[in-house]
């Protein structure tokens, strides 16, 4: 019997925020019911639209798995070497493993996964990947890893959709702890850079922030060296 899982991130670039990443295992009917309620690419759809399809898909599906890797996470792999791809075939691989692990051991299935991939050498990132699966039996997984996949595969744009609500109401939250629309969170956000250039006293010790960005790294050098130039005894 062949089934088939959906993977897709959202927020992989910015400097505020986590990174969500979403699966969701449907069969070939439920592919068909998401095409009918209208999945597609999130970033093709409005706010309010995601939001309805976010409890739509939720109840069509077989199942689904959505991980939020905080900013913490992040900087911690980063800075053992990690990077922010292998992070990513980590965490997919993670939600593969609990998707399948939730299919019926008496059956045998054909598992077809379609994943969005970040890398640019997606042979070499898929080869990563398959490393952290774990195997089952009567399970037979299959790869499809592919650039744009949220925009060809109507599992992948469900995944999508969990994925940037989630991560939108992530951003939310933290706006609201801050009582300061800070933007997208993204470093090419004008309001973004404001908001990290007035409140970087106040977000050293914040858990919202990758700090091994290089936006990050840059901004505390020069508030360092404006400091020092302030308080420098002529």
């Not at 088939?4 to 295992?25: K, Q």
């Not at 914040?206 to 840059?218: V, Y």
Request: with cysteine; hydrophobic share 35%; glycine share 6%.
């Amino acid at each position: 019997m062949a089934i088939f899982i959906g993977i897709d991130d959202s927020g992989r670039g910015p400097i505020i925020g986590p990174m969500v990443i979403a699966g969701v295992l449907v069969t070939k009917k439920q592919k068909k019911e998401l095409k009918k309620i209208g999945c597609k690419d999130s970033k093709k759809l409005s706010p309010k639209k995601r939001q309805i399809l976010y409890e739509k898909i939720k109840k069509i599906v077989l199942g689904y798995e959505i991980l939020t890797i905080p900013p913490e996470e992040i900087d911690e792999r980063t800075n053992t070497g990690i990077n922010l791809n292998k992070i990513e075939a980590i965490k997919i691989a993670e939600i593969i493993n609990t998707l399948i692990k939730g299919l019926d051991n008496n059956k045998s299935f054909e598992v077809v996964c379609f994943i969005d991939c970040p890398s640019t050498n997606i042979s070499a990132w898929q080869t990563y990947l398959r490393k952290h699966l774990k195997k089952f039996e009567n399970i037979k997984t299959i790869l499809k890893c592919e650039h744009n996949a949220d925009s060809k595969y109507v599992e992948c744009s469900a995944a999508s959709i969990l994925a940037k609500v989630t991560r939108d109401n992530e951003i939310e939250k933290i706006k609201k702890q801050f009582g300061i629309d800070f933007g997208s969170g993204y470093p090419s956000d004008p309001l973004t850079i404001e908001f990290l250039k007035k409140n970087a006293d106040r977000l050293k010790n914040a858990k919202i922030l990758r700090k091994t960005w290089e936006t990050w790294k840059k901004l505390i050098k020069k508030q360092k060296t404006l400091s020092d130039f302030l308080t420098h005894d002529f």
